[in-house]
């Protein structure tokens, strides 16, 4: 018997019963938590790349591409946070010594960090 159209471009049939359904669902993939980052670029996504939004989330692939994003802007975050932090002379006997203004370079390192994520992973 000859391939139907759907079954020449990959597609599949379940029985169900006494008939042949096609399988049009996506594929099931793994679930994984997404954070912060992973859920800022799924928004990005779907706002500005619905394409690439609806393309991945119909192969099944989205929720390991977020999960990934996710994780690449952590360890960015953390590497950069640290980096900038040892490099301005911010230290644990600067929190000692004086709090506030540790507190006060911690949150300035944070937020150059964050605007350093978004422009080169999240809004990209």
């Not at 991945?56 to 390991?64: D, R």
């Amino acid at each position: 018997m000859a391939k139907s159209i759907f079954e020449q471009m990959g597609g599949t049939y379940s029985k169900v019963g006494d008939y042949m359904l096609p399988d049009l669902l996506p594929p099931q993939e793994e679930v994984k938590a997404i954070g912060l980052w992973g859920q800022r670029h799924a928004r990005y996504l779907k706002q500005y790349h619905r394409i690439t939004y609806a393309n991945l989330l119909t192969s099944g692939k989205l929720n390991g591409y977020l999960a990934d994003i996710d994780k690449q802007a952590g360890d960015m975050f953390y590497r950069l946070a640290k980096q900038m932090a040892e490099r301005e002379g911010v230290t644990e006997e600067l929190k000692a010594e004086n709090a506030m203004l540790w507190i006060g370079k911690m949150n300035n390192i944070r937020n150059s960090v964050d605007e350093i994520i978004n422009l080169e992973l999240i809004y990209k």
